[in-house]
């Protein structure tokens, strides 16, 4: 069994985000307002064979969510063959001869690795036509993102006019059984900060986890300003104003978000997720793989880890093992948006994936 990950503050590492494309069929302001930048050649790009392979050695180390992520991971070609592979790690890589495992000293069961959940984050836009493919070759959750019902804001905020298509989406990852929905909105002042009680009024009327997120300085333009930031408890005090809210008793933890349900019990969740005004860093369980194959080990990191010339170098199972190891033990203990000497991410978000 190989050693689980481990960063050296003792994190433990359980969530992988693998984005599949740095392309996308949108131009959010606040990730790609200039256009599509030229994304890596396509021989850069980590093949279906093996993205496969490298998952299963995180799926080894401990890793239990994997969340495929883009720029758009929908515009990969044949993106369901991978979720199918993928699929094949929820069962335990280690099958016992006859009976579980015990720890020979304490006699309790050790953990057999294994894929717990496996993710999708798409801005929706051909997510319809597909749903059915993707539940079948064995996606678990899907996460849409929605910034504005407004369609004139829609279109401001993403570039494209695509609102009815998303909430079209949304509709078919119900119909297919997708479970919980969430939808993210990355909230904005000037932009969309006036939708934030709509938005969550949405939640409640559709059985949504909506996840309300912080602006984040990760634009290709390099644009974001600090006042254009809406807190977290600011989003927070305008919900509960008109929606209170309570708390739930498993909120947070090294997740990203702080989940609230509606006090009188309505169907829905709101989530907040504050990395400018309410950091995380000290849970964070998670480690990112760009499409072109480096590690990432914040969304804010100045540095990368190639592991495509590692797995292209002829590299044993063991040694991919080892580098993904020495490149956890080197996450950074917390970013540094609030220090005066932040330097920007070396990629913007559509490199990176969500």
Sequence with gaps: MRKILRDSYGRSIRDLRISLTDRCNFRCFYCLPEGEPAHAHKESLLTFEELFRVSKIFVEQGIEKIRLTGGEPLLRKDIENLISQLSQLKTPLSEPESQEPTNEITHTPFHIPHLLDLALTTNGVTFSDRAASLKHAGLDRVTISLDSLKRENFERITGVDALERVLSAIDAARLHGFSPIKINAVIVRGYNDDEVVELAGFARENRLSMRFIEFMPLDSGHDWKRDQVVSGKEIREAINAVYPL??????????????????????????IIAPVTEMFCGECSRIRLTADGQIRTCLFSTSEHNLRDVLRSGASDDEIARFIEFAVEKKEKSHRINEKDFVIASRSMSFIGG
Excluded at 251 to 266: K, L, M, P
């Design 246 to 271: 309570k708390l739930k008793e498993n909120s947070r933890g090294n997740e990203t978000a702080w989940r609230y349900e509606f006090a009188d019990g309505a169907p829905g969740e709101i989530g």
